[in-house]
């Protein structure tokens, strides 16, 4: 995938991507991008807008109106993603991004008035102050513990049962991405790490996270959740594994980064 700007060249070859209410709107026989622009969207984006180039295609995303059009059916972005190339869960993911900024940013945060699109950039621009909206980006740490008992994964309380994750949760305002990892293991399981190690990150459009991975090591404390995020923690070894989380995202990469460590 390649980002450019919104005036950039076009393609000979245009496909579509069409979101309503956070969904995909894909054909009986799974055709996501779509060959045709829809002839119905919503009014605050009155015109398909350019999301990325994917092999030397130009994608554009449309946001639908509530009623679906004969012969699509609706999908959430998560199961999508489970069936796509790395490349293109990378597109679908910033349409999806884009088309939360869009709905949540039709009026102005400042003074209240509607916003328009911007011409050129990226931007919800109010013709009243001048004040204009950019797509929100929300950072996050995303961390699995390795001791000697195992890997530290976790249940989350909106988790599906029996699901078990890493530790995540969003970098406060002033604090570095390396405060927020060891602030939020010993918030949510209450234990001290050591020996952070960055490992890569993920935009995570659900609906606007940058999710910044690490590994950590065990350094003290017992495991003790917080009760309100986490209701359960333990430590997994590769013989016996719960519900991992889903193949393309960056807590599944961690994860198994964390079992292949404590196997050797």
Known sequence: MQIKSRDADTSAINRFIYIQQGNILCTTDGIWLHSQASEVTVKW???????????ATNIYMQVIED??????????????????????????????????????????????????????????????CRHTQYPRISPCIIVVVTGPKGVLLARNTRFPVGRFSALAGFVEAGESVEAAVHREVKE???????????????????????MMGY???????????????IDEA???????????PFRFSIARRLVEIGLAKIAK
């Open 67 to 128: 009623e679906i059009s004969s012969g699509l059916q609706a999908h959430h972005g998560r199961d999508m993603m489970t069936l796509l190339t790395e490349a293109e869960s990378d597109l679908l993911a910033r349409a999806l991004q884009l088309s939360h900024w869009l709905q949540d940013h039709q009026f102005c945060g400042r003074c209240g008035r509607a916003t328009t699109l911007h011409k050129v950039d990226y931007g919800m621009c109010c013709e009243a």
């Open 188 to 210: 949510e399981v209450g234990i001290d790490i050591k020996n952070l190690q960055y490992i890569g990150s993920q935009s995570w459009s659900f609906p606007h996270s940058l």
């Open 215 to 229: 590994m950590a090591e065990y350094k003290a404390g017992e495991i003790a959740v917080d009760g309100v995020e």
């Open 234 to 244: 333990d430590w997994f070894r590769p013989d016996c594994l719960p519900d991992l």
């Open 45 to 55: 984006l009155e015109q398909p807008l350019f999301v990325a180039e994917l092999d």
